[in-house]
């Protein structure tokens, strides 16, 4: 029998496999730009609330946006 411990246990894995999959065809300034969001929403996250965590997110996305613009070590496709 399936228990609510083992039925959310492959309910993340499954979830975790299909975001991990999505991130396999993105470019250096993509992944630049996903990290700086996900700095950004932390450290927004610590500082204060819903608000500050959305501020921090989108000051991260666009401050990884603009370091990723610059990497010499393009993706060759």
Excluded at 28 to 51: F, I, K, N, P, Q
């Amino acid at each position: 029998m399936i228990t609510l411990r083992n039925l959310s246990a492959l309910l993340a894995t499954g979830v975790l496999a299909i975001s991990l999959a999505g991130c396999g065809t993105m470019s250096s300034r993509d992944r630049s730009t996903a990290v700086g969001a996900g700095v950004g929403a932390v450290g927004g996250a610590v500082l204060g609330g819903t608000a500050a965590t959305i501020g921090g997110a989108a000051v991260g996305a666009v401050i990884g946006n603009q370091v990723g613009k610059d990497d010499k070590r393009e993706d060759r496709k």
